[in-house]
C-alpha cells in the first residue's frame, strides 16, 4: 500500500479546497499589528478558560506528579519512542513540500532508530547528528501559499489555526501509523499522550507562568502560540503569515531557552 493511496489523496484535495473556501476572509483592518487576525476572540476566551480550568483542575496535577515520581530516563524513552512515531507523518510531508532531503534524512533517522534504537527508545540516529526535522501538513498548506486565517482556541487542541487545524485533520489521514492494527494502535497513542503529559510536567513552571501568573493568558499564549509557528514555518513577519513574502527567520525563543525546546508547544496538545 502507497503512503497516499488515491482515496487519501482525493479526501486530501477535498480538504484543502474546502479550507481555501471556508477561511475566514481576510479583513486588514482587524489585523493587529503583530499579525494577529482573531475576528473570534470572544468565542476563543471562552474556550480558553475552560481549558485552563481542565489543566488547573487535572492535567497540571497528573503531569507534575509523573514528571515528579517516573525516573528522568524512563520519562525520556517514552518521549523518544513517542516522537519516533512521527517520524513517517513527517517524511510524508517533507514529500509533498518537495523537501526530498529531509524527507530522506528522516527516513533515515527512522530506521536507525526503529532498529538499533529498539523501536525509537533509544536516540540513537541523534547521537551520529540525525536530528529530527520536523513536518506537518500546516506547514505544507503554507508551501503550498495557503494562509494562516483566523487565530482558533479549540477544545483539546489548545491555539491554532484556521490553516493549521485544517492540516491536523489531514495529518490524521496520512498518517502511515493508520495501518497498525489494534490493539497495538492504543499502545502508541497511550505513549503519545504519556509523553504530553511527561512535557506538561518538565515545563509545569513556565507554563504556569504564563497561564496563571500573565495579566492575560489569552493573549499571551496567543501571541507566543504565533510567533512560535510562524517561527517553525519560516514566516516570521506579517506579510509572509499572510501569503508574502517571508522575512529573516528569527526564533522568538532563543534567548529565553537557547533556541532548543518550546515549552507551549504542547501546552494543549497536537
Not at 144 to 151: D, K, L, Q
Not at 194 to 207: E, F, P
Not at 235 to 251: F, L, S, Y
Amino acid at each position: 500500500m502507497t503512503l497516499l493511496s488515491p482515496p487519501r489523496t482525493i479526501a486530501i484535495a477535498a480538504l484543502v479546497m474546502t479550507l481555501i473556501a471556508g477561511c475566514t476572509p481576510h479583513d486588514p483592518t482587524k489585523v493587529s499589528r503583530d499579525g494577529i487576525f482573531d475576528p473570534y476572540e470572544a468565542r476563543n476566551r471562552q474556550v480558553h478558560e475552560k481549558s485552563k480550568n481542565f489543566d488547573k483542575s487535572i492535567v497540571r496535577s497528573v503531569a507534575v506528579g509523573y514528571a515528579e515520581t517516573v525516573p528522568e530516563p524512563a520519562q525520556e524513552m517514552v518521549e523518544n519512542f513517542a516522537d519516533n512515531l512521527s517520524v513517517p507523518s513527517a517524511v510524508v510531508n517533507q514529500v509533498l513540500q518537495a523537501d526530498l532531503g529531509g524527507a530522506f534524512k528522516n527516513t533515515v533517522r527512522f530506521g536507525l532508530n526503529s532498529t538499533l534504537g529498539f523501536a525509537g527508545i533509544f536516540d540513537v540516529a541523534g547521537e551520529f547528528g540525525l536530528h529530527e526535522d520536523d513536518a506537518d501538513f500546516g506547514q505544507t498548506l503554507a508551501v503550498w501559499g495557503v494562509r494562516e486565517g483566523a487565530y482558533l482556541e479549540m477544545p483539546i487542541i489548545g491555539p491554532t489555526t484556521e490553516r493549521d487545524l485544517f492540516g491536523q485533520v489531514v495529518d490524521l489521514v496520512i498518517d502511515p501509523m493508520n495501518a497498525v492494527p489494534r490493539p497495538e494502535a492504543y499502545y502508541l497513542k497511550a505513549a503519545r499522550i504519556t509523553a504530553k503529559v511527561g512535557k506538561r510536567g518538565r515545563y509545569a513552571s513556565s507554563v504556569d507562568s504564563v497561564l496563571y501568573d500573565s495579566a492575560d493568558s489569552y493573549a499571551q499564549t496567543r501571541l507566543l502560540y504565533l510567533q512560535n509557528r510562524r517561527y517553525e514555518i519560516g514566516q516570521t513577519d506579517v506579510a509572509g503569515a499572510w501569503g508574502g513574502a517571508g522575512g529573516e527567520e528569527i526564533d522568538p525563543y532563543a534567548e529565553l531557552y537557547g533556541g532548543e525546546i518550546d515549552p507551549y508547544e504542547d501546552l494543549y496538545g497536537e
